[in-house]
């Protein structure tokens, strides 16, 4: 299979001043997003998930910046683009849903106008004809009745309702590459199921490969083939799904799935879960102030180490653990 | 056992701009002392209200509440005030519910200076040993919140709780806004002082799993109605109503083999404000009766396990 999406050696980082050291948001990325694939990436608040979707969007905040590595997207790299050859692939080949739908819908628009202005942004077409596009684009997403809620505002909708309006507007032009950041925290979990399914079943239709940001195992689990375990800016273990979370190799991977499973865990690890600073990253592994089984090899520079062809761990303990 | 807590048909009601919006509909349920009885629910079924009004954070319209046998609503104002004292809350938003402009250690001696009449080296005191209860360095005492992390700012609120050695608490979804392994942290420090104190606790949450794991009993809620309740383990593994089997299908598992059917919910929830006379549920159920629509199914017992619905 081919990679439609490649991170090589990205690193951003921000507060850079003379006598300030700066704060590596994300240090040595790797990540690749195979086509037709759900890739999960799953990490705790800070790790630099919604940091990563933004590089690949180009949409990092001011005062933020790329500072090495290369994003491929379908054999091009886009971190050097200038805005107006981003605007170009944004909402076309490349797009977004965000955790929260109302703060991505402009709430004094008509959906049906907006959805037609993201269809007519990049497809020269009549209102008329865009309009028809968007009332298949909203029945393809399941609304009932798309003619009424074409000349809804986004605050006559629900949080569910919503969030399948932004799944239109993300798929109505197309996209290659579906970046859904954390797309279902705050709902609930009956419209949460609709919501995954639809995106699921949306995306293989259409072909699309999906980067999937959650901190929620369960969705990781049930929904993705691929995952990779986000930790202080870096991945520290990915692979297909179920080799990953039926054999975790990473002390944090191990620890965090034991987090699932209170009653019945199966490694037993101490993690005090503080965040790391992210001004004292050094060159060795991130996670060894809070790992038990730190020592000074930890402190040295690390390498990714394969657990089999596809599955790939960065630890220096790797192999020296119990399973 | 001896029950700690007793609703018997609570009743609650807003008035929103003229209309009344039921919040809570004849909910009954009891807890034992030093258990933990877990509410679940959607939101807007009006769990979080529940927990106020157990509380008296919100006057109740009719029903009662007592706390060791003591009727909640009778409470005068002294014994009201050492009342609070032993049964005490933790709220869902750490930032939201402290303020940012004291210290730790004023925020934690607050509750003390209410309600005890310690001495200022017995109450720093105390504030230092209840930093150490929940796991904080005694080097706190002189932070500010927003020096806190999130799941630190969430265990000062536990020892905030806790200051003056209450009997129950309310969790109102102590960790909804906290990391996965934060989340287990601090649940296994919940967990650990309920054993060591003897607490009993009320949780409110919308994780299933979270109430699986961590909860002795628990209540179902839909729309201001109980719709089942029971021991965790008989509603967990053998759910009776269809919204609890649609709930439970619709947790994810986080390991990969074990596959689920999803039973995915068609329709809309009824309006708070437009209730029907009949299940509040069948707007949603895939096995509506006509009998459903016509009106409000009964809470049958069967042991400890309680469920509303015709259909059983």
Redesign the interface.
């Known amino acids: 299979m081919t990679n439609v999406l490649e991170i090589h050696n990205l690193a951003i980082q921000i507060g850079e001043s003379e006598n300030v050291a700066p704060s590596k948001i994300i240090n040595n990325l790797e990540l690749s997003v195979r086509k037709g694939e759900i890739h999960g990436l799953v990490g705790?608040?800070g790790a630099g998930k919604s940091m990563s979707v933004w590089s690949i969007m180009g949409l990092l905040p001011r005062g933020m910046e790329v500072k090495s590595g290369e994003i491929l997207f379908d054999g091009k790299e886009i971190s050097g683009l200038s805005e107006k050859q981003f605007k170009e692939i944004r909402g076309k080949e490349l797009a977004i849903i965000s955790q929260n739908p109302f703060g991505s819908l402009n709430p004094v628009k008509k959906i049906g106008k907006q959805l037609v202005d993201f269809y007519r942004q990049h497809n020269d077409s009549t209102f008329a004809e865009a309009s028809q596009k968007v009332l298949e684009e909203l029945s393809a997403v399941g609304i009932p009745d798309p003619v009424r809620r074409f000349h809804s505002y986004p605050n006559q909708l629900?949080g569910g309702m919503a969030q399948r309006i932004l799944i239109a507007a993300a798929m109505i032009n197309r996209p290659k590459v579906l970046l859904a950041d954390e797309p279902t925290t705050g709902l609930?979990?009956?419209i949460?199921?609709?919501i995954l399914?639809l995106i699921k079943n949306r995306c293989q239709e259409l072909g699309t490969s999906v980067l999937f940001i959650t901190?929620?195992?369960?969705?990781?689990?049930?929904?993705c083939d691929y995952v990779s375990v986000m930790f202080a800016g870096n991945i520290v273990e990915s692979g297909p799904?179920?080799d990953v979370?039926?054999r975790p190799q990473h002390p944090y991977t191990r620890?965090?799935?034991?987090?699932?499973?209170?009653?019945n865990k199966k490694f037993n690890y101490k993690?005090?879960?503080?965040?790391p600073d992210l001004k004292l990253i050094h060159k060795g592994c991130n996670y060894n102030y809070r790992c038990q089984f730190a020592s000074d090899e930890c402190k040295t520079p690390l390498s990714t180490s394969r657990v089999d062809a596809a599955h790939i761990v960065r630890c220096h303990k790797f192999g020296k653990l119990d399973d | 056992m001896t029950k700690l807590l007793e609703v018997i048909n609570l009743h609650k009601s807003f008035n929103a701009d003229g209309r009344k919006l039921v919040a809570i509909d004849d909910v009954s349920f009891s807890v034992n002392k030093g258990e933990t009885h877990g509410v679940v629910g959607e939101s807007g079924s009006g769990k979080s209200t529940l927990g106020r009004c157990v509380l008296r954070l919100t006057d109740i319209d009719s029903g009662s509440v007592s706390i060791k046998g003591e009727d909640v609503a009778e409470l005068k104002s002294k014994d009201l005030k050492n009342w609070r004292s032993k049964n005490q809350i933790v709220f869902q938003d750490s930032y939201e519910s402290m303020n940012p402009k004291y210290r730790i250690d004023w925020i934690l001696s607050e509750p003390l200076k209410l309600h005890t009449k310690m001495s200022k080296s017995e109450i720093l005191a105390r504030v230092a040993e209840l930093l150490q209860m929940v796991q904080l360095p005694t080097a706190f005492a002189s932070r500010y919140t927003n020096e806190l992390s999130g799941g630190q700012l969430q265990r000062v609120n536990i020892a905030r709780a806790l200051a003056t050695n209450p009997e129950f608490l309310v969790l109102d979804e102590p960790t909804s806004s906290l990391d996965h392994s934060v989340q287990a942290n601090i649940l296994a420090l919940l967990k650990d002082l309920q054993s060591k104190l003897g607490l009993t606790y009320l949780l409110i949450s919308h994780d299933l799993e979270m109430i699986a794991n961590y909860c002795d009993s628990v209540s179902v809620m839909y729309l201001g109605k109980v719709l089942e309740s029971g021991k965790i383990k008989d509603v967990f593994e053998n759910p009776l109503h269809p919204y609890t089997k649609a709930l439970l299908s619709c947790t994810l598992s986080a390991n990969p083999l074990e596959k689920k059917t999803q039973i995915n919910l068609q329709g809309l929830p009824f309006s708070p404000l437009n209730l029907p006379k009949g299940c509040r549920f069948s707007s949603r159920c895939s096995q509506v009766l006509p009998q459903c629509l016509e009106a409000q199914p009964e809470m049958v017992l069967e042991g400890d396990h309680g469920v509303a619905c015709i259909n059983i």
């Not at chain 1, 901190?215 to 929904?223: E, S």
């Not at chain 1, 620890?255 to 009653?263: A, C, F, G, K, M």
């Not at chain 1, 993690?271 to 965040?275: K, Q």
């Open positions: 705790e608040t629900s609930d979990v009956t949460q199921s609709q399914e901190h929620d195992l369960g969705i990781i689990a049930q929904y799904m179920k979370f039926l620890q965090l799935l034991d987090t699932t499973r209170p009653n993690d005090n879960g503080t965040p």
